[in-house]
């Protein structure tokens, strides 16, 4: 990861280290992972001693999937502060992600001597134990975490993947439905459950715990592939096409999405379609040998017998003891004509066949399986042990879900689910618009962005960058964007510490501390801009938009914390967002006074409406919003999910409608959905 732009030794010094760390803390808790480690660096530059910084650091990159730095991290915490126990935590995450389970235990096994009964370290460690086959020691550590904790729910469901993984189905049945007891919203326990009942050929069953896992994650179109294999071998062929279907609007390049629903078209005599399927599958990747040879079969009954045999002698090559290929490459040349060749494979097949039955064990069948890593894609295992060889070679043109079921979601937060948005399905509105020396992105939509104030202060060069007005917060997580915006923090500071900083140095330099989100900084900075110029509708705007986000990132840091004090943490921080509320609003009504037209002070404060709950104030902020412009699709968007909430639907329809027309792509897939 490329370091942030150096700063000078005597910058450095007089960086206040905790003061940095905190506002790194502050942004990691918004999981605006990138620029908390721009925060951290600082910290650690000013302060190269302090085990903190490199603590929050390895949180982030864990977060970012970067497990052998944020491993790294964790070793440089300890060496600071051994007794840091929450860093064997992570750095036993960070191992264990990179398939380093022995090492791993023993980072939890180092935590438990600090904290015996800590939760997490059990869960973790009792995985950990169950991924490295130390069955007797997973099973002791399971035991002793739900003991401890008798209504954690994931630690049922970890215990039942353990119980299918040492084959006792019964044992994991159990766990998983007292899992699903404690969380209804727990869709891996549903997904594992699902996988057992299919391993018994029990559909209904395995069909309901299918269902309940796609509502919890409409959006996830493997679940799709795997729900349609189960209503397939329930014999509902129509539900198993239409969840084909819609599995690849959701991914067009789902794979597995496409071999079945080409194996149901061929099953059907849709031969041309189910061609084009295969071919679609084969582009994404050629090595799959399934496809290859289902396409041959399906262009033998296309009557195109030299595509067949182009398709069977690379399977042949492939493997060559798979004698279906000779018997289809017979078929094929029979066709064309040429009965000498014909006979030649037909003649191999014959002796492949034959060679088996007089010695099985010495003259094994190859067995065409293709492995997990190539195409991610399994059969259902109903009685695998037991098949014939017969019956694997039946399953080269069966069916495959979607190898998911039996993984044991992680991630290094102190509930293990996840986000609890997740769990229902959500509408996110389109952003508040906010002031950025970031330029926005160019979309399909027909808003411009104009504000006229600001677009005044931009012509009339009072500050060297230009200013714009952008829909959501920009990233400035990367190191070189992050360190331009802290260069130019220290530009204002120049001027500014000079005495001759004026209203539009002070909103400069608010904007840049807000889009690094140091909003306690930002604000005092706003607040002096309007106190020198209380007619600055710009800098109201810009405070607005602060007030509000300051409150919301005090009440996230507060549900992050680790505090005794709790419940009072959490008390003060609700008591901040909602004056951090108040004060929003109260700054867009401001800048409607002085320029009425001001569509997005309507906008926003439409928003904010809608993260209360008092959809009518929304709607009706929107709906002034396009009064002046009638071409602003976000308005139309936001205002259409407003009256889905109060369930106007009628009226949702036309507003999703209209947006989707005006370029708010979303649109269309929430219509689609509530259709």
């Not at 008591?575 to 320029?595: E, F």
Request: a negative charge; one cysteine or more.
């Amino acid at each position: 990861m490329a370091a942030v732009a150096t700063l000078p030794v005597t910058v450095a010094a007089q960086i206040n280290a905790e003061q940095v760390l905190a506002i790194g803390r502050n942004v990691l808790s918004m999981d605006d992972y990138m620029l908390s480690i721009q925060y951290f660096n600082q910290a650690i530059k000013a302060k190269p001693y302090l085990a903190d910084p490199y603590f929050f650091r390895a949180i982030a990159k864990l977060s970012l999937d970067d497990y052998a730095g944020a491993e790294e991290d964790c070793t440089l915490a300890l060496e600071r502060n051994r007794f840091k126990s929450e860093a064997y935590k992570v750095r036993g995450f960070a191992r264990q992600s990179m398939g380093l389970d022995s090492l791993a235990i023993d980072d939890y096994n180092r935590g438990l001597e600090h904290n015996p009964y800590d939760k997490y370290f059990l869960f973790y460690k009792a995985v950990a134990q169950t991924e490295s086959e130390r069955w007797a020691g997973a099973d002791s550590t399971f035991s002793v975490l739900l003991r401890q904790y008798p209504g954690f729910e994931e630690g049922y469901a970890a215990r039942g993947r353990f119980n299918v993984l040492r084959g006792d189905t019964v044992a994991a049945m159990s766990d998983l439905d007292r899992a699903i007891s404690i969380d209804p919203a727990l869709v891996n326990a549903y997904l594992m459950r699902a996988d057992i009942n299919a391993s018994r050929r029990q559909w209904q069953e395995a069909m309901g715990d299918m269902d309940q896992a796609v509502k919890l994650r409409p959006q996830e179109s493997n679940l799709y592939v795997n729900r349609a294999f189960v209503r397939y071998n329930a014999d509902d062929f129509f539900g198993a096409m239409s969840d084909y279907n819609y599995a690849l609007q959701l991914n067009p390049n789902n794979a597995a999405a496409l071999f079945n629903r080409a194996l149901l078209r061929y099953e059907v005599k849709d031969l041309e379609r189910s061609a084009s399927d295969l071919t679609s599958v084969l582009a994404l990747d050629p090595s799959n040998f399934h496809a290859l040879y289902n396409r041959g079969l399906v262009y033998l009954d296309l009557q195109r017998p030299k595509e067949a045999a182009a398709d069977f002698a690379a399977i042949s090559k492939r493997y060559p003891r798979f004698y279906p290929a000779y018997y289809a490459l017979a078929e094929a040349y029979r066709d064309m004509g040429d009965m000498r060749t014909a006979m030649q494979y037909a003649r191999r097949g014959d002796q492949l066949v034959e060679g088996y039955i007089t010695d099985p064990t010495h003259n094994r069948l190859d067995r065409p399986t293709i492995a997990r890593a190539e195409a991610n894609t399994k059969g259902m295992r109903p009685g695998q042990d037991g098949e014939s060889e017969e019956e694997v070679m039946s399953r080269f043109n069966q069916l495959v879900t979607v190898s998911e079921a039996n993984e044991t979601p992680l991630s290094y937060n102190e509930k293990i689910k996840g986000r609890v948005q997740d769990r229902d399905v959500q509408v996110e509105p389109e952003p508040m618009y906010t002031l950025s020396f970031l330029m926005p992105p160019t979309t399909l939509r027909s808003i411009s962005n104009y504000f006229r104030e600001l677009d005044e202060l931009n012509a009339a060069r009072y500050i060297r960058q230009q200013m714009y007005l952008n829909a959501g917060a920009a990233s400035v997580g990367e190191s070189e964007v992050a360190g331009r915006m802290f260069d130019m923090v220290g530009e204002y500071d120049g001027i500014i510490n000079s005495g001759s900083g004026r209203p539009v140095d002070y909103l400069a330099r608010g904007v840049l501390y807000s889009m690094l989100k140091n909003y306690e900084a930002a604000l005092a900075d706003l607040d002096k801009a309007i106190s020198l110029n209380p007619q600055f509708t710009v800098a109201y705007m810009a405070r607005a938009y602060t007030r509000y986000v300051h409150g919301a990132s005090v009440l996230a840091a507060a549900a992050a914390g680790d505090s005794d004090d709790t419940e009072a943490s959490r008390r003060l921080a609700q008591m901040a967002a909602q004056r951090g509320v108040a004060d929003a609003l109260a700054d867009y009504d401001v800048a409607l006074q002085q320029d009425p037209r001001l569509i997005f002070a309507w906008f926003n404060k439409g928003n904010i409406y809608y993260a209360l709950g008092d959809f009518t104030s929304a709607i009706q902020s929107f709906s002034e919003a396009l009064r002046i412009d009638p071409d602003f699709g976000q308005a139309y968007f936001n205002r259409g999910i407003s009256y889905l909430r109060m369930g106007n639907k009628a009226q949702a329809f036309t507003d999703l409608s209209k947006a989707g027309e005006l370029g708010v792509l979303p649109s269309y897939n929430l219509l689609k959905r509530m259709k």
